[in-house]
């Protein structure tokens, strides 16, 4: 094979390797922001006190705890919303968000939630640890 021919090939091999690279950054990428967006989402159900909204995010936790296989999902989660109403939360702020290092579609969110009940004037804190999936 001629020079030029091998130059060629190499220059069409890196082009195509560098495509396929750009293809998975792209799709990482975009999972990271849906990611996002949902997390985000999320806290603002919460925040503005749309628990109905808010509990369509959540499921059942699989019978093997929140790692469950890939591809199932046990289902939505049964949440009384109507014990929610009382609930004000004043402040939904997320701590940390981390991928898990050994499966990219699942992630781990801490917030720290701030909220009252409308029967009490002391505001109360928690730290929601949530996992979450893509399937």
């Known amino acids: 094979m001629s020079r030029r021919l091998m130059g060629l090939a190499a220059v069409m091999l890196l082009t195509q390797s560098m495509w396929i690279t ?38 059942r936790p699989p019978a093997d705890g929140p790692e469950h296989p890939a591809g199932t999902d046990p289902g939505p989660a049964e949440v009384d919303t109507a014990a929610l109403k009382p609930v004000r939360v004043t402040n939904y702020e ?25 029967d009490s004037p002391t505001v109360r804190e928690i730290t929601d640890e949530q996992h979450w999936w893509y399937d």
């Open 22 to 59: 750009g293809c998975a950054r792209m799709e990482a990428h975009s999972r990271d922001q849906a990611f996002r967006e949902d997390v985000d989402e999320y806290g603002r159900m919460l925040r503005w006190g749309f628990y109905d909204a808010a509990a369509a995010f959540l499921r």
């Open 94 to 118: 997320i701590v940390s968000q981390r991928f898990s290092p050994s499966d990219p579609n699942r992630a781990t969110v801490r917030a720290h939630v701030e909220y009252y009940r409308e």
